[in-house]
Structures are given as C-alpha cells and as structure tokens.
C-alpha cells in the first residue's frame, strides 16, 4: 500500500510538473518586440529587439527561417541592415519560451552622388580621381553619353582618370539591391599649361 501511495505521488509531481512548463511555454513569456515596424525604407535601417519579461535571452534569425531550430543568433545590440531582410525572434528563460515575433523589412537605400572635383581648366598631367562609397559601385563615361548600370566604366574602387583636351565626366553610383544616386556632370579642360600659370 505504501509503494502504491509512493508510486502515485510520483506520478502526480511529475504530471504537475509538465502541466506548469506547458503552461509557462510561451504564455508566461511576452513576445518580442522588434523596433521599426514591417516596412519599406529607403535608408539603412537600425533594428532593436525587446522584451518585457525581465531576465529572458532573446534569439533571432535573419533569413526567415524558425529561431526556435538549429541556427539562431542570441541578440546583443543593435543591428543595422541595408538590404531586405526577414527578422524572426524568440524569447527564452529556463524551460520557458515565447511566441516567435516577425518582421519584414523592404530596404532599397539610395547610393550617394559620387563628389568629384568641380568643372574647370587644368594644366597636365592631370588625373581626376572618382571616388567609391564602400557597398556602392560607380559607372562613368567620358564620350557624352548617360551612364546607366548597362552603359559606362564600372568601378569598385576609388580611381583615377587621365584627362586629356577637353572631356565630359558623367558618373553615378548605385548599390546592388538599392536605389541609384543621380548623375554628375562634369567639363575638365586639360592645357598643356593651365591658364594663369
């Protein structure tokens, strides 16, 4: 009979037990809250993850993909992102997990004008330097044309351009996934010996 009693206290603890960590699996824990909102952004964006529930590890994924599998990342401090992103996070503490929060953000940043020297009359040699934001790319023409992503000299790099005579520059820089920065005009005349000197 006293086995019997044992046996059932036993049996009740630990169903006890799995009733209380099934009820703390998700209810006792708020879900995440990830700042900004779902949206669309044409600059970069700072994401933060947060939540309510003190003392709890935050873990996320970036790709769309479940957190709550193999892969996730525990959350540290701010992210920032400049392209299309999908953030799913999860809060954690003990035994206990939330419900898994989304967000999706639609990122198409805007490439900054490429800044070149300004138009003007120069003795030679003389080397225009065309500078590249990093993350970004430049396309330039010297022959009058409209550079576009099809038409024009792709760089990656900050370069320089020998000029000879008079010459043209058209550039604009544009990000893989973002948006293009507008054109930039410029007219350099290249003397033998620039004029006043």
Partial sequence: MKRI??????????LFMAGCI??????????PV????????????AVTITCKTEGTDIWYT???SDPKTMGSTQYVSEMKF???VTIKAYAS????????ATA???IKVTAQEPIIPEAGIYGKPYSLEIPVVA??????????????????????????VVLNGTTTVKAFAYKDGGGDSGVVERVYTVLEKAEGV
Avoid at 5 to 14: E, G, K, N, P, Y
Avoid at 34 to 45: H, L
Avoid at 140 to 156: H, L
């Fill in 5 to 14: 009693v044992q046996s059932l206290t036993v049996i009740f603890v630990i």
């Fill in 22 to 31: 099934g009820k703390s699996g998700g209810d006792s824990i708020e879900i």
């Fill in 34 to 45: 990830i700042t900004p909102g779902s949206g669309s952004y044409t600059t970069e964006v």
């Fill in 62 to 64: 970036i790709d769309g």
């Fill in 82 to 84: 400049d392209k299309d």
């Fill in 93 to 100: 503490k003990g035994t206990s997990v939330s419900k898994v």
């Fill in 104 to 106: 999706e953000f639609k």
């Fill in 135 to 160: 993350g970004t790319k430049v396309r330039y023409t010297v022959d009058g044309t409209i550079p576009t992503r099809e038409n024009g000299i792709e760089i990656s790099t900050t370069t320089n």
